[in-house]
Nanobody, 128 residues
Framework: VQLQASGGGLVQSGGSLRLSCVVS????????IGWFRQAPGKEREDVSC????????YYAHFVKDRFTISADNAKNTVYLQMNSLEPEDTAVYYC??????????????????????WGQGTQVTVSS
């Protein structure tokens, strides 16, 4: 199983970025794909998840309608469109796949009850 995250970069406050996570090696509809982030000196936190079986979504409270998660099932790719970026959004963003459903975002993993896979991160830096 491989997850390849891309799309990070440097953007000014108020700008936008679109992250992509290309997934291979798993049964697409059985998995939920999530985006997480970790800023320097802080714990990893969930950002958004999408359940591929029915496109159900979850967003962290701080997203505040600024981010949109979507999936292209034909390309096995999940996107995170991030608008109105703020310096507080600066972090390394990771994508993960789990068969634990949207609880992936609630708990950050399948808690050993399912299968989790993580990709490498992509750096997002928002300047003020």
């Amino acid at each position: 199983v491989q997850l390849q995250a891309s799309g990070g970069g440097l953007v000014q406050s108020g700008g936008s970025l679109r992250l992509s996570c290309v997934v291979s090696g798993l049964s697409w509809e059985d998995y939920t794909i999530g985006w997480f982030r970790q800023a320097p000196g802080k714990e990893r936190e969930d950002v958004s998840c999408i359940r591929n079986s029915d496109s159900g979504t979850y967003y962290a409270h701080f997203v505040k309608d600024r981010f949109t998660i979507s999936a292209d099932n034909a390309k096995n790719t999940v996107y995170l469109q991030m608008n109105s970026l703020e310096p507080e959004d600066t972090a390394v963003y990771y994508c993960a796949a789990s068969d634990f459903g949207l609880k992936l975002c609630l708990y950050g993993s399948s808690l050993g009850l399912g299968k989790d896979y993580w990709g490498q991160g992509t750096q997002v830096t928002v300047s003020s």
